[in-house]
RNA sequence: CGGAGCGUAGCGCAGCCUGGUAGCGCACCUGCCUUGGGAGCAGGGGGUCGGAGGUUCGAAUCCUCUCGCUCCGACCA
């Protein structure tokens, strides 16, 4: 509900089934790989189960809009997703079914695409503000769905499966895949020793070889040998603490995968087996982080089994086709922003939005006449929210030994009315005739009138969730009072039967608007 | 895809190493008792030990295969 609320003007039919045709008009159904879940009805006709739904709602908006006077759109949908995971895990965290509210703006141009992302960017905050979240919003990579610029909406929470930095004096936020990081600059250092050719039997990675050789793994190039979905071998040269961003390797090469050579690669391009592979005398493409710029007196592998060479300066004993940023953002690394510096975090990502471009309009044909009677390509914007992951993540966030801890405006109930004795006639009629007060005040509300032994009702109440509950007892109905207590502090307090119903809605009714 | 672990009563587990009557807790059923923080006492029911094959006088236990689930990794340098 929460999200329909700020989510827009049309609810489209849901369409689960999707056609390949559709796919393979805007080239993901090629792209997207094998998380696309395929399937093949009767006539062995493939089908996919949508994952996400740009192509279909472009499908529906290219039939339905001929003019600009149609326009701006922006339709939504909540319903299943499916993604052929490479490994599902975490229960709703990531499943290969999944609920996903998804929305798509339409507009005459990117001005009126830019207002649509920035409305939904803000509608997005209010919804995770309001469901009690810690989270960020923090530039990401737009990965399988394109466009020009994304945010994803990060749950802050150490069991999170994405890092994302932010910087500790401006607002610059991103997830580590996007993270950028600034060229230091500068020409080569003059380097101080000689190239040297060493013995290192079998000492084949960064800490070996560093713990061998008595050097910080900074000193070391690590050299790692890939090659890209295009079938090429590159080599990628990074200081040796140092991880590869595959990601930013991928936008440099212009493909959509690198993975590391195989064995067999290695031993071809390098004549040695691997972790004895480096950039001097090496052939082929040569990329390298910036910070390898600046690196003298360095150890490499040599190209040679349990040889490395020291004294390796970048400049003199080898050269690098390109320089730039490749590797992974850590603590401490330099804001690209500001003078800042970064700090890491592990987050949940529970929704994200994109700036689409005409990237699906334009292959599928979704145009409209504008008011010079010209054809126009639609500018689309996408956005998305991971609906249970929403609720796993506000948990994660809220729980305590007694288990959950709803914040008010996602509990599946507001109240609930505990009734300590259902066989007491009295208690009985107190608590239903409370049951009905609120429910006429609107509140969602949970009458536990089963015949159970009051601990384990008050166990249950908590196990849940409910943020309040209102215990109705005959100990209490004897002083003409009842009981109410908050689920997070555990407050108790005695309010006069009379004035309860009003009491617990005015509660409900302030921690929604707080 | 690579690695590890687990499948024994409805649920959670022990037993397996060292083969010999299948066990515990919770849940369930009956009775008594009990109603403001998952009660107590007494009695009771329930299991093709994931599946197939093998070794053996005898297999939950040992061996082989197989199915399912979970976890870790998928950056070796």
Redesign the pocket.
Known sequence: MLIRDWSSDVCSSDLMVVPAELWQESTRWEQYGKELLRLKDRKDADFCLGPTHEEVITDIVRREVRSYRQLPLNLYQIQSKFRDE??P??GLMRGREFIMKDAYSFDVDEAGADVAYDKMYQAYRRIFERCGLRFRAVEADTGNIGGSSSHEFMVLADSGEDAIVSCDSCEYAANVEKAELRDAGGDFPVPTQALTKVATPGQ????E?AGFLQVEPARLI????LRTDGGETVAVLLRGDR????IKLCRLLGCNEV???D?ETVRRVTGAP??F?GPVGLKGRILADFEVRAMVDAVT?ANEVDTHYTGVACGRDFTVETFADLR?AVAGDFCPRCAGKLEVWRGIEVGHVFKLGTKYSQALGATFLDAQGQEQVIFMGCYGIGVGRTVAAAIEQNHDE?GIVFPMPIAPFQVIVTM??P?DAEVCAAAEKLYAELLERGIEVLLDDR?E????K???A??LGIPLRV?V????LKDGAL?V?ERRSGAREMLPLAEVAEAVAERVRGALAG
């Open positions: 490479i490994r895990r975490f084949r990675t960064i800490e070889v690590k050299t790692l040998l991880e590869l961003n595959d993975e590391l050579a064995e691997s972790g592979a592998g992974e007694n300590v004795n066989n015949d032994r009051p601990g384990s008050f166990k249950d908590d196990l215990t007892g005959a100990r209490g009981e207590q």
